[in-house]
């Protein structure tokens, strides 16, 4: 993959116009109402992983609609006092996997939460949470039109309400410390982790590599690449949708969550990615309103960084937690 | 693509075990039981296709769960007399399309109902008609494992159950003679046929080409491609599953409900074709319990007979039609 | 296929300069005058095509050469009247088909005449029609270049002049309006159309979707797809050979006719098309010398509007027709 | 590619029935009669290719129906006696390029005659020779199907007549020994070669390279890469053609030239080869009437044994000249 | 990929003849000789991975020629007794990676430690290092022909030797305890391990995932994948060293190390595996020489049971150590 | 391939800032002085190549650090006087395959000197020559990466080397004019041409055909094909050695060496080049020092001019010595 979108250059100073709709906060303050008035009846039960130096626990929580959502929390075996902890969402198509997928924040002496994302899961990794909603419209086959001509309707409606919804779940174990969450992930990962860091105040940061689900139409003008490009497959054939279409998609774009973002961000991007463009992750990160950081991966595609970005992340929680405990 | 399955000589003979469930009548009794519970409620709804001599309905009607199915119904201007009437099944991923994509039974003089596919119509063709049912387990894209663990829940048997209601729909209206009623389709459609063949009584025929939806456990064996392969994905992921997936889906296949048709039925196959391989569409006809003819084509993929494929169908339904008003 | 020619907002102002040789109207004359030496000899003989509500003839006429060519003629049954015609041109590679595959014109109450591609009809729908003429030099696997050292020896210049020829045929059936003649065609097809709409007078409208054979440089420097690729593989060997390649094109390209064209056209392009680019797509529409209007369908490739654009078409003629029926 | 085809074992013994119909010779022994009543006319024009050690001649004949066929005449400097002559033919696309192109057979100090393919040369190497017949059926893009419904119509025909005529046309030199002429050639090169061998009396011999034009229903049943994917092309739309089809391919099937060539023949084959299968190649060498070796490249595609085959077919040439030289 | 190779049941009792050479013990007898002839001169080395619950050490040992070999040990912090220990060994083209990549051990209660594969670590992750023998022979991109006219410069003589030697340097670390090691890998770490287990006495047990390197010559007859591919790429070009070739591989194939090895083993296998085919994996397992099992994932390619796979791996670890503990 | 990079006036006038270390000259001359300080040792050995014309030697001689490099001489058979000789290179993994590969030169009169490439010759056509360094550092598959941390140890620094040393042993035969050599290369070996002619005096020209190995980041930068891309592969997992990668390539790089040429030289460029970009070959050709001509490709890819180029060497090399010989 050459070099197919502006130069780095560019890239840092690329704050395109954004294109929200005036009622987005009231839309996402009724949805986490609604959502809110399902209890949400955490469950922890001790799962044995063949693991011992981490206390494996599956978790169940009621996400958007009461839904129960299926996750991992992982602390280091014989820990005491409430730890650090990181929210993992997971990419597109995976699913929770098993907990040995998800030992790097625990090796760090980290709690680890892990929610699953409902319907996914029979891709890449495997999962274990249904979406019971099969949506209002006809769809391509993926998760991307799925309910897309109404924002009430929206898949990821109930997905990122899940991911705030795993936050307050994880919250709830003792030995989490709720005042040090830090929420994080990659692709789809990273763009719940954007919209998670725009609607949960008070989390201790955001670490969000090669984020998916921001500036879609963008996205769909310069890559025909799945995901980005089931928007294209279903405005292919429901041609006179465009319009309702992305105005959907606003309510879930990455960069309308980005300046309601507080949390020191820790963000990635690489310069070849033909799946979430450079300009789109630059764009939700030069909008992003909390202390920020990104680093650039110049020779890859949307692996990234990958283990390098691992250690990255590795040492920026260090530091994040250091001073976190310094401060406290 | 070469000749990969057996020779045609052992296609001829080719009639497999099939691998059948001791409540396979009772799960099929019980689900229509169940779908007749909510009203039918038809809608026939002139609609203004730009066309003369034919005139068009949009029609709404409730299939499994009451859910409503939208369709398209096609009647030669000025008919006043019942119609001997075709019922038409859409392939994977499209849907019901516009009016103007019908016209070859009413051109024949015959009435024509179709059936959009509940939540597909976004590839191909576009649909109209969602299917609110998410599913009780993580699915891989597309509709081939959206609910597969369990008979129940399975996304064909909503679908298969909007088949049969797409019948009794069609019989509703004045101008279709409820006792000339041909179910017809291709590759998914035929799918569809086969099993509406086998679970209403009476039909005047069946035209099942190139079906999809029979013999699944060979087809993931001998081919990849989607959308068989979509099973092959889910159970790359979900390992554990192989035994719950392939019950499930001997609730659907094909080759269980062929011994239960009795209407005539004209089949027809391809041998190079790799999406429907010839051995599972053998496999149905041989088995299948009515008068039968097939039509092979030997050079062709999953296209088959196309055009010409029409056009044995058109002379079939003639002659079908002709017998059927000598005998009446 | 993301976008990749020019932005729709400078496509609509885009005309560029054609490339045409002094004698371009000299040739079309006189290769007119040339093909009408040969009497036209058509012949319409009734075909059973198991249809009901339209007449079909099967047509045989003479074109380029006096070389027989076919086609279909299909009426809506009984009528009396001459009715508005559509002539129709086919996309590369197909044929005539069989007579279901052209009901749409006739539901909606036109004659319709389809003309065979001489030489094609091998790929994408059958033919019955033989280019006799190998050419005067090597070719590269399709039609593309065939003959295509000289305008006299051009392929196209027997297929045009065959499309000229098909309404001159048309107009001799007793049931066709010749002052209501409209041509019509997708792809190739809209490339015939185009050139037809130059070269004969006094046509009632001209359907245009997605035009292929105009603009065949740019084309062969922002595509590689064919069968404009099919340029690009003959200039790769014949490297000596390229600006009399495109001397000879430039008799045969679309932007070349559309000044020359005055009846009402109605044009179709998709933003994303890698087969016939937007921008020649566009080069030809913003020369049209008649009225004019254009469909855009943005994140669509060579299928364009397909089944929806073919009820733009449809509902075009309804008014085109009514308009001319006000005021003969 | 992996092995695909019968393995060697039984490669070895592999004669399958022939499929030849009973005027095989008497359409053979017409043809030819035919192309004869056309003088031949051979021009040998010196040409300044820029070589020293060579003298090159632009050759021109009368190949069928009397068409100006091209070729090469390439012979060591300064030769003053009739020489063993190479007439080459090739392979299927291209040309017959450069003189330089054709350096090993005088390099060995033969003469080498190469004759132009009609119609192709614009694909792979550049040659100058039209085919002006354009044949009486819709064709396939390519050559294989060009006049495929009728043996007198067929392509072949027409090339492996210029084949013939070729040999006569070489020996009208007086640098060429007449009665020391090999015919070579590799892939359509070995399938025209094959042909040549049965049709010319008093060949020295014939080198036939991983050859094509043979066994054309195992081929198009065990392959589907063109150019014997052509005929499938044709036959998945032309649906009804299949038996005459394969008539007429049984007039130009090497395994029924291959009975009736009597000149020593060296043929190679690759075990890896899906444009001309194993199978087909060991059917016309076991087939072959004359003395015969073959070599067998156990890990090659349709490349064969390349630079390695030309130093085998250098050194068996040298043995077949020597042996010839001892015995005139 | 549908099934391409035996089915299941024969599998199961596959044990093809073995290919061996007479001298195949004295050739790594004396391999083996000569490597020890270096100093491991192990170094363990503190490295900061940013970890609280494992401790980290950056490895250097002298494998094959004495050249350094990189590696890292993980052990759970804390740790005063010698552990059981993994010796893990990498898949074609990747390198060690960092240290959080190696957590599913350490976290289990093990030691880790990880073996660098020289002169790869440049596709999929990295390797810190070389190879610096370039080989005796031209190459083939990749390692697969570096060396392979010649068992003795082969490149597998040094990486199975860096093998052997990589347990002896994880042995000398005072955490590990050196009667309760395991060797384990996947695809090419697996054909390491199998070589591993043969090599070296006294192994807690072998843990092989889809192994490569076995079976070379049915590999390549039935996939044309890499990296056994690059064999079928080499001998394509050098067609005169096929007997060479395959005789060096066989002191290099896990089936005739099989035999060899005593630990117990734990194999899996997947049954659509292009790249390392299921016949030659079982081929392997069936001539193992120790306690064995063996889990068939049946849908999947060459990913085989990934994350279940190594869920497998602890449990099977987890009595092994039981069991290993029970009789210390 | 359509055109993607620079339109062509622009490349006429493109000549990028080179990016050049102070000591590039220092390390050449250091790196030539230690490669001489190896004895040359030609061997001349003749070799039955079952030629007539030509005589063939199978050449040997000590390239970079002494190790023996394979090669082929040839020279019209019966030649006295020293004559113009080609010393030829190869393009990316390719070999010197067999003598009647190289025929063109000697059949022009001239002597045609042949230089294996080190460590390839295993795909394309074979050679004869390892490469016994195997780098010091990971290498992706391929030999752009083998040894790139440094320049001392990269791999062009040994093949640049032993191209030097061609001409040199070259010069040795009775045969070969030393004052009339030319040194030649397409792709890679363009590539090495270029460097030769900046690192040897007194050539009589180089005939540098659509060269490789020449502004590494841009060609990384606007595709991502091979042989350039196995630097993008490396860099995507090397993310930390971007500056140390390009700071080596920048030695080995043709726009550095094009200023440092003064011999004649004939460039051709194909401008639809993906595998070595037309703005990389005019980046050299632009900042060439000597007399140069080039030969533009316009419809080609990296196939360039093919045997028109060839042709178009020829005549050059004609007028080259004809000059030549007129001035001595």
Redesign the interface.
Known sequence: ???FDKPLSELREYRPERDEQPDFDAFWARTLTEARAFPLDVEFTPYD??????DVYDVRFSGWGGHRIAGWLLV?AGATEPLPTVVNYIGY?G?R??P??W??A????YASFVMDTR?????????????????????????M??GVLDPDDYYYRRVFTDGVRAVEAAAQHRLVDAERIVVAGSSQGGGITQAVAALVPGLAGASIDVPFLAGYRRA?????RAPYGEI?????????H?EQVFRTLSYFDGINFAPRGTAPALYSVAM?DPVCPPSTVFASHNHYAGPKEIRV?????H?G????Q??ER??W??ELFKAGRDTR
Chains 1, 2, 3, 4, 5, 6 share one sequence.
């Open positions: 993959m050459p070099l992983a063949a693991l011992t130096l981490v280091p198509g699913g996997g098993l040995h997928d030992l790097t625990p090796a760090a002496g319907g996914q899961g029979s891709a890449g990794s495997p999962g274990d949470t249904p979406d019971p909603v099969g949506g209002s419209n006809p769809q391509a086959p993926g998760f039109t799925r769909t003008e310069i890559t025909d294209t497959t279903y405005l292919s054939i429901h041609r006179h465009e070849m991966w110049n020779f890859n595609k692996e960084g990958e283990t390098f691992v250690n590795l040492r929680l260090r």
